[in-house]
């Protein structure tokens, strides 16, 4: 029976992919994504039958990858980031019921959550909430209502679609619902192109963040009421002793 | 100068470490750790000079980090899961202060809630709050209030350190709580041993999850309400159409 593999490969695609996804890559001879995450791979596995769609087209990209795993080959399925945050996991297994004869399997990968608190160094110690602002498939009152609930139970609050060309104040918007709970001096941070070259990082109160402009390709943290910035660092403190 | 990297083993030290985890270990002449994360470790890089410590050691375990670090060597301090989540980065940007020489980075890794969700399907794939069901340095009453405010707002839930020997029933008075916001059907699931030979999953109901005995080594999630079982799956739908 053949397999289709949804693999994360971590932000970037390169070094912060697992052993494991690397392996499975090398195995499947088919490999199916959204065209930019093809074209970080191709480069390291020329040797594949790739089958790219553009974004938007989710569903189409999920039956195109079983219907070759029907023909009988491995089909390795990428994301960027995990597959099963905010990527193609769900999907997968939703319209698998049509092709009862493939089998699907999770491949994790280093989610922006995490691969961005470490470029800003542990922003994600205690408690958090992951929050998407794409309003595409959820409705703005049920992020809302999320943001409200993470702010005034003190999560930290990891922020990901922070906007983007028909959402441009869709940050600012949070910040204002965030800043009825927390100070304006809450410590907070951006990570842009998350282990990618143009790997970059900025760490800034919630005041400044509510003015700032951000894209797609930029994760959002936000701090609990004791976070701090140590040097160029943003530290959520677990509460050790004798710190 | 020297470093002290934090390196995330992901679960289980194995193939779900990332290739920049594994090159960095590989770099590092001095590994330090707490006792079982070494174990897992040492087969594979036997000629380093290891330092372990016991549980609970955390502050001390960190200054033994540095204090290697100050004499000339690169260090790798290694967590299970990831070092930015409920791990040790925080406490070395916390203590880094008394040796300025010293420079911290953070290598990521396949933290539990997203090492355990490929396991069960994909039940991350909506917005989800992350809660340490520990209340060594967090009091229970701030445990209830996220608990609380992430069950009212429909968050699916991921639960760390569900039990212990000492803290038996705080799953089941967890499972009380998010009972006032959600319904007994509530599609739920567990990992145990992630990423390890005897990894384990079960699915089951929220009022079911209520009665069920965990420890240390098992990730909970529990469902938003538009969580499902899909054959033997964990699934939270993300939306699309066409499904």
Redesign the interface.
């Known amino acids: 029976m053949s397999k289709v593999y949804v693999v ?1 490969l ?1 932000p970037g695609a ?7 996804a ?2 499975v890559l090398s195995s499947c001879p088919v490999i199916v994504g959204y065209t930019v995450y093809i074209e970080l791979i191709q480069k390291e596995f020329p040797e594949k039958e790739y089958v790219s769609t553009p974004m938007r087209q ?2 189409e990209r999920c039956k195109l990858a079983f219907e070759e795993a029907m023909k009988g080959k491995d089909v390795a399925m990428v994301c960027s980031g ?6 193609m ?9 049509k092709y009862p004869q493939v089998e ?1 399997e ?6 922006a959550a ?2 961005g ?2 470029v800003l ?12 602002l794409s309003d595409l ?2 409705s703005w009152e ?2 809302e ?2 943001l ?3 702010a ?4 930290v609050i990891c922020l990901y679609n922070p906007s983007s060309k028909k959402r441009s104040d869709y940050l600012r918007l949070a910040c204002e619902r965030i800043l009825k709970y927390r100070a304006a001096d809450t410590v907070c941070g951006i990570v842009r192109n998350i282990g990618r070259e143009e790997e970059s990082y900025k760490i800034l109160s919630l005041g400044e963040l509510k003015n700032t402009k951000t894209d797609m390709f930029t994760t959002v943290y936000i701090g609990n009421s004791s976070t701090k910035q ?2 160029e ?1 943003m ?9």
Chains 1, 2 share one sequence.
């Open positions: 994360g971590g390169g070094e912060q992919m697992t052993i494991q690397k392996k989710e569903v995990d597959a099963g945050v905010y990527g996991a769900g999907l997968l297994y939703e319209l698998g019921d699907v999770v491949i994790p990968g280093i989610t995490t691969g608190a470490a160094g542990a922003p994600l110690m205690h408690d958090f909430a992951v929050i998407s498939l959820t049920q992020i209502k999320r409200d609930a993470a005034e139970a003190d999560f140590i040097g660092y530290v959520t403190p677990r509460g050790y002793k004798g710190v």
